[in-house]
């Protein structure tokens, strides 16, 4: 099992940026895909940005290519989400997950462990 702490949300203006951190633990971090997900007022949960266990390949949500970068430490056993060029349509809790396996980096329902989220509010 993993615990996952999401932190590094808050509000920021159309245009401005934000770093947020996952803090996973647990001794077996490395071996886990890491995935970023957010959910807005009245919405489903989306998927945002996934990570391989090494790092070596990512992968990203249409709507945040080019402007938010996953990332990785493992040996900080933490995973990052700095997101640049903010919008409000950015506004959403965001969540991190884990899955060793996950068959499908993009479907939230491949990832058994969660964060509590954390509240990212972008105003215009």
């Known amino acids: 099992q993993v615990q996952l702490v999401e932190s590094g949300g808050g509000l920021v203006q159309a245009g401005g940026s934000l770093r947020l951190s996952c803090a996973a633990a647990?001794?077996?971090?490395?071996?886990?895909?890491m995935g970023w997900f957010r959910q807005a007022p009245g919405k489903g949960r989306e998927f945002v940005a996934a990570i391989t266990r090494r790092g070596s390949n990512t992968y990203y949500a249409d709507s945040v290519k080019g402007r938010f970068t996953i990332s990785r430490d493992n040996a900080k056993n933490t995973v990052y989400l700095q997101m640049n060029s903010l919008k409000p349509e950015d506004t959403a809790v965001y969540y991190c997950?884990?899955?060793?396996?996950?068959?499908?980096?993009?479907?939230?329902?491949?990832?058994?462990?969660w964060g509590q989220g954390t509240q990212v509010t972008v105003s215009s």
């Open positions: 997950a884990a899955d060793p396996f996950p068959s499908n980096y993009y479907s939230d329902s491949q990832y058994d462990y």
């Open positions: 647990g001794r077996t971090f490395s071996t886990y895909v």
